[in-house]
């Protein structure tokens, strides 16, 4: 694993296999499926905001606390930055920066990619599972 010092700007490319690296650590980030969903949607919506009730309404499955605890890593990473209008209840706004935004164009092909290939896939889970031995153990 590569390190930088505090006053070095240059990006440091990392050890994947090493879990202490930190791109491996960001891929584990950005890499669920509800980034790429919550980034899907404030792209949508870019350069506008949307707020949590409605990124909540957007994305189906995901529970209040799985939001919050996503979004809130998004805007450490500097993904995305939150806007709380001091109204009871507060009204809280999330719009993408140019770094979140930049990450819509991967997150796209990735979800093309998988659709494009879904029909392959479940081809082989199918064929997989029909000739699975169920005592063998890996």
Not at 103 to 128: V, Y
Request: neutral net charge; proline residues 7%; glycine residues 4%.
């Amino acid at each position: 694993m590569t390190t930088r010092s505090a006053h070095t700007t240059t990006p440091v490319r990392g050890d994947l296999f090493d879990s202490q690296c930190p791109t491996r650590q960001l891929l584990d980030r950005i890499g669920t499926k509800w980034t790429s969903m919550a980034v899907k949607v404030l792209a949508q919506a870019a350069p506008g905001e949307v707020r949590f009730a409605e990124l909540r309404r957007r994305m189906p499955g995901v529970s209040q606390k799985m939001l919050s605890v996503t979004l809130h890593s998004m805007v450490r990473d500097g993904l995305v930055i939150r806007r709380v209008e001091p109204t009871v209840p507060p009204r809280v706004h999330y719009r993408l920066t140019e770094l979140g935004l930049s990450l819509e164009i991967p997150l796209a092909a990735l979800r093309t990619w998988a659709e494009d290939h879904m029909a392959e896939i479940d081809q082989a889970n199918i064929a997989n599972d029909a000739h699975a031995d169920p005592s063998a153990t890996e």
